[in-house]
């Protein structure tokens, strides 16, 4: 039971939240590509089994009518097995996660997922009847994923298919609220969805910016603030490319006092604001007041 204070600013009209459902464990190599070990451990030691510990993040905004949830982490649904083999601890259920806010699964109007990786999905869909069945689990919510994402997560590319979970979205479509975007495009005032690709092909990032505040959720473009520098990168993106790409455009927006960044797979959940130089930047967790 995480019992840890929710992460919180006030983003003008919107009051975002990083709700944190706990770490898990992936192999170090691959989180940080063609970076020799020597560097890497130095900013995450590894365990036994040269894994590292990430977060899993995902971004609850609340505006006056509207309650959008951005990624839904792995959920509960994954065998023990699984859950061993990346290191999750316990389960954490939505109705604990949503408790200490007041809210409730059934109050989530949108979903909103950067790419439909397993880890961004899992608690988008429980188990429901004992396990027969699953079902969404915001059953109010809109949900919306770049329409290429989804073809790509249905009928995924050689070498992919170990990153899609087919029953953390599959059910989604029979909500008949499931929007399959085709591109960049605004959700709601102040928030901006953008196509970035990269980690996946139609991978989208999350922008929010209102009352002279920006709160920027990259997604796994740029999952840790490790990852911040160029050559940093993981080996699970698809175009590494596009994912520098999306790099420089963050750099280049993020150095200002009244951005803040969200890291999908921070260790450390928070709000942070770049400081240093592009070359040499520097995450700082900024304990913006409410
Ligand atoms: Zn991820």
Redesign the pocket.
């Known amino acids: 039971m995480n019992q840890a204070p929710i992460p919180h600013v006030l983003v003008g009209r919107y009051d975002v939240y990083i709700l944190a459902e706990g770490q898990f464990r992936m192999d170090g190599g691959a989180v940080f590509g063609i970076i020799p070990r020597p560097q890497w451990e130095q900013k995450m030691p590894p365990d036994a089994q040269n894994r590292v510990a990430l977060g899993l993040n995902q971004l609850l905004i609340r505006g006056p009518d509207t309650l959008v949830l951005c990624d839904t982490g792995v959920g509960t649904k994954l065998s023990p097995r699984q859950r061993e083999v990346y290191g999750l601890g316990p389960l954490s259920p939505w109705t604990d996660r949503l408790a200490p806010l007041g809210l409730a699964p059934s109050d989530i109007t949108h979903v909103v997922f950067t790419h439909l990786?397993f880890?961004?999905t899992g608690g988008a869909t429980v188990f429901a009847d004992e396990g027969r069945e699953v079902r969404p689990a915001f059953p109010q919510a809109d949900h919306y994923v770049q329409e290429g994402e989804w073809d790509d997560a249905c009928l995924p590319p050689e070498g992919e298919s170990f990153a899609y979970q087919f029953s953390h979205f599959l059910p989604l479509r029979e909500t008949g609220r499931l929007h399959r975007l085709r591109g960049s495009r605004q959700l709601l005032p102040g928030l901006q969805l953008h196509v970035t690709g990269g980690h996946t092909r139609f991978h989208q990032e999350i922008r929010v910016t209102d009352g002279g505040r920006t709160v920027l959720f990259p997604g796994?473009v740029c999952?840790t603030p490790h990852h911040l520098s160029i050559a940093w990168r993981t080996s699970y993106d698809r175009f590494p490319l596009e994912t520098i790409a999306a790099r420089r455009r963050l750099l280049a927006k993020a150095f200002q006092p009244d951005v803040l960044v969200v890291f999908?797979?921070d260790p450390q959940p928070a709000f942070r604001c770049l400081t240093g130089s592009p070359d040499q930047p520097e995450a700082v967790a900024r304990h913006a007041p409410a």
């Open positions: 990786h880890d961004h796994d999952p999908s797979h």
